[in-house]
């Protein structure tokens, strides 16, 4: 996956520029009743606030510069027993207080939708950090035109292409 990063300027150079993502979240479009498997990823103001320790190179990004980052192919594993959080590298959450474990059932030609948030965590010639995160939605078939491809797929389908699309109303900038 190539991730295009450009300093427009507004806040000087960007130095120490590292991208964060993407985590890519499958989404089923008939809900399951769980908020954790059933919504997409949010991003919020604070999440552009967040201070998150880099995972590659840190790069410089002068102003009207555009850079492609390659990033490293990602796998993950999406939990499918009813709980209220998430928790990486530790143990297994538990199910909410006052219930029982029990896994959560999705039909075997269910459709998904494929969420990648996105962030870009920089600090300033000054030393001052800022963020900006986006998540993006990948759609299929849209003849190179944003929007214009449907997004639900189904894993008997496998596998698909496409493009991913900025998902509307979830983005931060600071």
């Known amino acids: 996956m190539r991730i295009w990063v450009k300093e427009i300027g507004g806040k000087g150079n960007a130095v120490n520029a590292f991208v964060s993502g993407p985590l890519l979240t499958l989404v089923p479009e008939k809900k399951v009743g769980v908020s954790i498997i059933d919504d997409p990823p949010s991003i919020t103001d604070q999440t552009c606030k967040m201070r998150v320790p880099p995972k590659m190179k840190e790069i410089p990004v002068y102003a009207g510069q555009e850079v492609g980052i390659d990033m490293a192919e990602a796998a993950g594993t999406q939990n499918l027993i009813k709980t209220n959080s998430v928790n990486v590298g530790g143990p ?3 199910p909410p ?3 029982k474990r029990e896994g959560v059932h999705i039909d ?3 459709t998904f939708q494929l969420y990648a948030p996105i962030c870009v965590y920089y600090s300033d010639q000054d030393g001052v950090l800022y963020g900006n995160c986006r998540t993006y939605r990948m759609s299929m078939g849209g003849a190179g035109i944003p929007g ?3 997004y639900g797929f189904s894993c008997t389908e496998t ?4 493009e991913f699309d900025a998902a509307f109303g979830s983005f931060c900038d600071n």
Do not use: I, N
């Open 159 to 162: 596998p698909v292409k496409g």
């Open 148 to 150: 214009s491809g449907r």
């Open 92 to 94: 297994e959450p538990g």
């Open 97 to 99: 207080p006052g219930e």
């Open 108 to 110: 075997k030609a269910a």
